[in-house]
Every structure is written in C-alpha cells, then in structure tokens.
C-alpha cells in the first residue's frame, strides 16, 4: 500500500487547448517574424520579444524578471489572419467516418470498456434506435415507432451538439449532422468488432472439426 499520496490519479483526458485558452496562457502576442533590432536587441512582439525569456546573459526576461539560467521561458501566441486546418484532420466525411470506426474500435473490447464509455453507450443505444425503426418500418408496424426512433436520434445528436457548440450557436445544425456521422463511426466500430470476434470463433471452430 503506497501510504502518503495526497491525490490518485483515476484518468487522464487528452485534449486540444481552445483559442481562448492559448490565450490566457500567453505571455505576448507575436505579430511579426523579424528577432533583433539594429542595436542588437530583441524586438518587442518579435520571435525573440523579452516576454518569452532571454538567452543573452546580460537581460532579463519581462515576465518573471529573472535571468537567462532561471527563466524557464513563457508561451506566446500568434493570432492567424485565417483559419488554418491541421494536416492531421480528415480532409473527407468519409476519412472522418473511417477515423472514427477506427477510434471506437478500441471502446469495444469487452463489455468493461463499452460501460466505461459514454460514447460507446451512446453508440449502442444510436444502432439500436435505427433497428427499431428499420424494423417498424419492414414489419409495417405503426408508424409513430419509425418516427420515434428518427426524432431520438435527431434529438441524440443536436443535444451533443448543444452541449459542446453553445458558443457558436450558428454552427450546431451542421455539428448535429457531424455528430450523426460521429456517431455511425462509432457504431459500425462495435459492428465491425462484433463481426470480426464472430469470424474468428468460426475460423477456430473450423480448425477443430
Ligand atoms: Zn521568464
């Protein structure tokens, strides 16, 4: 027994920094390329500003004040005149879909990792309400089932949509349609996993008879 910790770590998120958030980090803004002046000093709002720390033994940083050997260096940030799209992002919906079937693969090990996931669960509860609704729809049972199945999914994937998009109330339409597409990524992942668990039981089954 480790007697003394003050804290256990239960899980660790990855995830990206927002925009406001770099921000808030930064210690200056960086708005040109150039590094040093005629007289050799670094150029305020420069690649070299003073804010960042110093690497010339005489000066001292504009953040914390000290030296070149105890200033551990500051973040800044650039604000970028356009949107730039990170080379790693799917360039397609269809890269986007593959992606996820890819990423979810993993949330459906064993049934201990699907309840650990709130989107492995969502998942199963998004192929199950478009079963239903398929098969409402081919028994010809009542409608009303059909259009129920359609409106929890619809609801489904605006609600994420809200949940993460609030700030930008002109873009939760198209994330709720990202998220239908999220979300059959996901779920083909546990069809995927699923086929493939059978496959292989049928492949051993074969080799013993
Ligand atoms: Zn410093």
Not at 9 to 26: G, N, T
Not at 53 to 58: D, F, K, N
Not at 69 to 86: K, Q, R, S, T
Not at 183 to 206: C, E, I, N, P, Q
């Amino acid at each position: 027994m480790i007697v003394g910790v003050p804290k256990r770590i239960k899980r660790v998120m990855l995830a990206f920094l927002s925009p406001d958030e770099i921000r808030k980090m930064s210690s200056t803004k960086i708005i040109t390329a150039d590094t040093y002046d005629d007289d050799g000093f670094p150029i305020e709002m420069g690649l070299m500003n003073p804010r960042l720390g110093v690497i010339e033994p005489g000066l001292r940083c504009k953040t914390c004040g000290r030296k070149v050997d105890e200033c551990p260096g500051h973040f800044g940030h650039i604000d970028l005149a356009m949107p730039v799209i990170h080379e790693g992002y799917p360039k397609t919906l269809r890269d986007f879909v593959r992606r996820e079937i890819w990423h979810g693969k993993g949330n459906f090990a064993s049934l201990e990792t699907v309840l650990r996931s709130k989107v492995a669960m969502l998942a199963v509860a998004f192929l199950l309400l478009h079963a239903v609704a398929l098969v409402a729809l081919l028994c010809g049972a009542d409608r009303r089932i059909a259009v129920a199945g359609v409106t929890l999914v619809s609801v489904l994937c605006l609600t994420a949509s809200v949940m993460k998009y609030h700030r930008f109330p002109m873009s939760i339409p198209i994330n709720g349609c990202l998220y239908y597409l999220y979300l059959w990524g996901r779920g083909l992942a546990l069809v995927g996993t699923l086929y493939s668990r059978a496959a292989k039981r049928m492949r051993s089954k074969g080799h013993r008879e």
